[in-house]
């Protein structure tokens, strides 16, 4: 019954090597985000999608590319990995709108770096 | 630029006590505040919305409370269970769905 769903749960990849993560939705929500989170460090903003609107945030390594082809799916694609790209990355949905509602994240996909 | 803190890092109590941890933010311009659970390795799931306009939340055993103009949140968890052991953190929301998040408190309630 989960809501918003990421893959891989693990990634190991090697330094360099292009990897991808994806993140599917059920619940039909406008806008969808990809968070990266170190140990002990709060979440960080990289980009979000409000329909097809992308958002990149400016800290945002240009290493770091997302695709959203439709409204259900969301990939973040992540070009030359470096040591310092090893982290959690959370993908997250909201409805959007004239209300305010809760963010819904997935488990997270933890990427190695080797 | 907001910045979001919450103190204290970590926190350990015995079964049942009440317990409060605090969120703050430096900039009142905001849409609303969430506050979150994690627990190790996995992702984030929310507890409680606050919108801008409300003083306070409450679902079960947690209530949230908000106060913009001094920026600060708190969320309260009464009785508290070895279950309620997890990390706790608050994300603000300028208005514009780019959610900024604490650092989190890490509690352990101990049995």
């Known amino acids: 019954d989960a809501m918003v769903i990421q893959n891989p749960r693990y990634q190991v990849t090697q330094f360099g090597k292009p990897v991808t993560l994806s993140c599917s939705q059920t619940l039909n929500h406008n806008v969808m985000y990809w968070y990266q989170q170190k140990s002990s460090q709060a979440p960080k903003l990289l980009f979000h999608y409000y329909d097809k609107d992308f958002n990149n945030e400016a800290d945002t390594p240009d290493n770091f590319q997302s695709r959203r082809p439709n409204t259900s799916f969301c990939f973040l694609d992540i070009r030359s990995p470096g040591l310092g790209d090893a982290a959690m990355y959370l993908c997250?949905?909201?409805?959007?709108?004239?209300?305010?509602?809760?963010?819904?994240f997935g488990s997270g996909t933890q990427l190695s770096v080797l | 630029k907001q910045e979001v803190t919450q103190i204290p890092a970590a926190l350990s109590v015995p079964e049942g006590e009440n317990l409060v941890l605090n969120c703050s933010f430096t900039d009142s311009a905001i849409y609303n505040l969430q506050w979150f659970r994690q627990d190790p390795g996995k992702g984030l799931t929310s507890l409680l919305l606050i919108q801008s306009s409300q003083r306070e939340q409450t679902s079960g055993r947690l209530n949230a409370s908000l106060d913009k103009s001094s920026g600060r949140s708190t969320l309260y968890i009464a009785a508290s269970q070895p279950g309620d052991s997890a990390t706790y953190l608050c994300a603000v929301d300028p208005g514009t769905y780019k959610y900024i998040f604490g650092t989190g408190t890490r509690l352990k309630v101990l049995a």
């Open positions: 997250a949905t909201t409805r959007g709108g004239p209300t305010n509602e809760k963010l819904f």
